[in-house]
């Protein structure tokens, strides 16, 4: 008997005629969601504080440069999608930080870096869903999906913030969720494990070096922001339409793996 070939099914989506905004859409998971919409046929506002990368986006893509930390900015996005394409079908809140010097204990945080993490990976996901929901609730229709964060499921020394913070996202979502429910509004978040980002690569070394982060996932390897990407436009497809108010980890199996459990070889 023959083997099998190695057959993998692949999906497509349609995103003719919706829009999408998408925050720290200029590099990493952002770019990779922002990149999959637009290519499925979707008008993108790719909203970032960085101009650095919007050479990155595609063709077709409109940047907004916006502080999601501030909320008038926030509003001036969403109202930049409106004034553009008459409304707003899908928000992605993205955007966040995690800079190598935020890796701290409590009682070392400097005051600054703390009300900077909380106003980007906080505030900024709060601010871009309250002017994004207030439009899907005259629409009667819309998807929000916040990117949480493993670290919001369990966490780890040095990540006073960021992990806090994430767990946080995941509760946002799980409330808006609820909030919006019999309004067509669907609200979700997305976990990811480590992925093949700059955030990622440049705090690597202090998570033990790349080959160990990657053995740490039962699947032996970092993920990419493409595969992120895939779990978004499914979750904002119709063929999610009875998902809501809850989490995806898109992960590796990372959140199975019990800390006590023997390591994996590292081949």
């Known amino acids: 008997m023959s083997s099998k070939p190695d057959v993998h099914g692949s999906v497509c989506y349609q995103n003719d005629g919706r829009v999408v905004i998408v925050t720290g859409a200029c590099s990493g998971i952002g770019l990779a969601i922002a990149t999959a919409f637009r290519k499925s046929g979707a008008e993108v506002l790719a909203v970032d504080v960085n101009e650095s990368g919007v050479h990155e986006l595609p063709e077709g893509v409109r940047f907004h440069q916006a502080d999601v930390g501030l909320e008038d900015e926030c509003e001036a996005a969403v109202q930049t999608a409106v004034e553009e394409w008459g409304g707003v079908d899908v928000l992605v809140n993205n955007a966040a930080i995690q800079p190598p010097e935020s890796y701290l204990p409590m009682d070392q945080y400097p005051s600054d870096m703390w009300q900077r993490m909380v106003a980007v990976n906080l505030s900024g996901y709060a601010f871009m869903a309250k002017y994004t929901l207030a439009v899907m609730r005259q629409q009667h229709a819309g998807v929000v999906i916040n990117i949480a964060s493993a670290q919001g499921h369990r966490t780890a020394r040095g990540v006073p913030a960021y992990g806090p913070i994430k767990s946080a996202n995941l509760m946002q979502a799980k ?16 976990s990811p494990g480590a992925i093949a980002t700059p955030l990622v690569t440049s705090t ?10 990657a053995n740490r996932h039962p699947l032996g390897r970092i993920g ?22 809850t989490d995806l980890e898109v992960d590796g199996g990372l959140g199975s793996f019990a800390a006590f459990a023997d390591p994996y070889a590292i081949e």
């Open 175 to 190: 409330q808006w969720g609820v909030e919006y429910a019999r309004q067509g509004i669907r609200v979700l978040s997305v």
């Open 204 to 213: 690597a070394e202090s998570q033990g070096g790349e080959t160990q982060l």
């Open 224 to 245: 990419q922001p493409c595969e992120v990407a895939n779990a978004v436009l499914w979750l904002s497809s119709g063929d999610a339409s009875f998902v809501t108010a």
